[in-house]
């Protein structure tokens, strides 16, 4: 089975050239993010991520994590590699320095996380998690939580986890049941809280769970939620670990994929309530929630990108090995592998085409979010903030289905062997598969871009995004190369359908079902606008020849931007029409009649 090796080249590429880095470096913060340091941890990271974390991919999937009655055990040699993970101080990579974090760029941390997801996306569900609640405590809880908490979560020593789901309540959060009872200088929480991510594991000494819950007597809905710090251990006096709170995991959910990744079953309050401490101020949990669903969704989206980036590597290696049949048109006498296959060509440059437009986009996100916190100018921050804003749902909704159809692609590459389990292909997909429901399905992501990021402020921001693509492919057509002109051409043909769709949203902004209606077409039609832009801005450098870009990276870079352009952004035409001409139809249906 093929290893994973970290894509360096490429991501040197998106984060020096296209984020840019130079620009972020500059921001107060994020001095130390020169070229050198970041070269630095990346081949660190990549170190890490092909030799200790992939080869436990396999086994970890094989053997998955076990509920023991007492507790969790993790899949065999997850505590040497997590231990390993926390000593090289990797958990902290873009926290806080005042908790004991190295405080880097966002978008250097993006490139870091894409390696641990692609390495291994169970194992990388833990710190993920715990970067989440880290984020949540650190804008929303006291001095004296963050001092308490955040130095041993930042260090890795301690992991959090997010509880919202019950077993009623999934994505409608206003039905959540889990109750708070106020006693004394903390809340008694009671209740139920279902597909918890390393709810219950032993890596770590102590789990910080962040638990939305209603405080007795608290409005009805979203709006009377209340987000709550639950220890698994309680601290003392000292801030050590003291007494076992009254939370424990009830069982682990038997799940398609990520088998080594403890999903739990997490009971809250069997006897006199589990103590927890409110974070900020009740009835506000679900705001507070939020900075780490954010964070969640940006996070989940890339491993949409690592995910299909294993799956392409797997499928690659594969493709150079495997000998079956004579290719079309092929003269030599010897056969060769079936890398030669027209239609295999074809697909894997889906795959690497595809991988490369989400890697750029979710770094060009993170990017914006590292200058949105950062920028001295008021205005300028606030503009790279909206920028952050409207591509994170396309981030996490199209990266995530688009990572799970070219994993599904690496499996058809290997023909009748990528159905066999041996082979590994089937994992990548079935991993894959949970990447579009985790944080919100691409409904509820595709709900947020219509609403909250499009109509919400008229179409400004959507306009704003589609003014800079069309000028940078008004820019790249001017380059006297046929590929450029091509992707120019290309690229400002889906901006023409997009501004048709965003016209006929504005124009039926009243009619929220028609809008839901065409709203996961809508994320999708972004997705490959906004990816295939990255694309174009790439191959625009590389066709300079100031630039430096080394000459085989560069045409292989143009090749891809040229195959995409032509290959899968016409399907921004059919998206557009399925929006304006077909979303009525859905409204249509009696839903007796399914």
């Known amino acids: 089975m093929a290893d994973y090796v970290a894509p360096l080249a490429d991501m040197r590429f998106v984060i020096e050239r296209l984020t ?44 998955g994590a076990t509920h023991t009655g007492e507790g969790v055990r993790t899949a065999p040699g997850w505590q040497a590699a997590y231990r390993q993970f926390v000593d090289g101080g990797w958990n902290g990579l873009g926290c806080a320095p005042a908790f004991g974090g190295q405080g880097l760029p966002k978008v250097v941390a993006t490139a870091v996380n894409e390696m641990w997801n692609s390495a291994n996306l169970s194992f990388a569900l833990a710190p993920m998690l715990t970067q989440g609640a880290i984020e949540a405590i650190e804008h929303h809880g006291t001095d004296a939580q963050r001092a308490a908490y955040l130095p041993r979560m930042v260090s890795g020593d301690w992991t959090g986890t997010m509880n919202l789901t019950e077993p009623q309540a999934g994505s409608d959060l206003s039905a959540v049941r889990t109750r708070a009872e106020r006693h004394a200088d903390h809340y008694r929480i009671f209740g139920q809280k279902i597909y918890i991510t390393y709810g219950e594991h032993d890596l770590t000494d102590n789990i910080i769970h962040l638990v939305l819950a209603r405080v007795t007597g608290a409005p009805a809905g979203t709006r009377g939620l209340s987000l709550f710090i639950v220890p698994k251990f309680l601290l003392d006096a000292e801030g050590q670990i003291g007494a076992r709170n009254e939370v424990r995991c009830a069982s682990l959910e038997h799940k398609l994929g990520i088998h080594a990744s403890p999903t739990a079953v997490m009971l809250y309050g069997e006897g006199s309530g589990a103590t927890g401490y409110l974070v900020g101020e009740e009835n506000r949990g679900l705001e507070y929630m939020f900075t780490m669903m954010n964070n969640a969704r940006h996070a989940v989206g890339l491993e949409g990108v690592a995910i299909a980036e294993r799956a392409y590597q797997r499928a690659l290696s594969f493709a150079r090995e495997r000998v079956q049949g004579r290719p079309s048109g092929y003269a030599e006498r010897e056969l060769p592998s079936i890398i030669e296959h027209p239609d295999v060509k074809r697909m894997l440059l889906t795959m690497k085409s595809g991988v490369e437009a989400m890697r750029a986009l979710a770094y060009v996100c993170g990017a914006a979010f590292d200058r949105g ?56 997909l079935r991993d894959a598969r949970i990447t579009t429901i985790y944080e919100g399905t691409t409904g509820v992501q595709a709900g947020d871009l219509v609403g909250r990021k499009t109509l919400r402020d008229g179409g400004a921001g959507a306009r704003e995004l589609l003014g800079e693509i069309q000028a940078d492919a008004n820019l790249l057509a001017l380059l006297v190369d046929p590929r450029a002109t091509e992707i120019a051409a290309a690229l400002r043909a889906s901006t023409v359908a997009l501004e048709r769709v965003l016209a006929w949203l504005l124009e039926h902004a009243a009619d929220t079902g028609l809008a839901a209606a065409g709203s996961v077409h809508y994320l999708k039609l972004w997705g490959l606008v906004a990816g295939a832009w990255q694309l174009a801005r790439a191959a625009g450098i590389c066709l300079d020849p100031a630039a430096g870009v080394e000459a085989e990276f560069a045409a292989a870079k143009i090749g891809t931007a040229h195959f995409f352009a032509v290959q899968i952004l016409p399907e921004a035409e059919s998206l557009a029409r399925k929006i304006i001409g077909g979303s009525a139809s859905v409204l249509a249906f009696n839903s007796r009649a399914l």
């Open 20 to 63: 840019p880095l130079a620009d972020i470096a500059r921001l107060e913060g994020f001095e130390d993010a020169t070229p050198d340091l970041v070269e630095s941890v990346l081949e660190g990271a990549a170190q890490l991520a092909s030799e200790v974390l992939s080869p436990l991919n396999w086994t970890g999937d094989q053997v």
């Open 373 to 428: 916190a950062r920028e001295s100018d008021t205005a300028t921050a606030a503009w790279f903030r909206r920028r952050g804003d409207l591509l994170t749902p396309i981030v996490k909704g199209w990266c995530t289905e688009f990572g799970q159809e070219l994993a599904s692609v690496g499996v058809q590459v290997h023909g009748g062997m990528g159905f066999i389990e041996e082979t590994g292909a089937a994992q990548y």
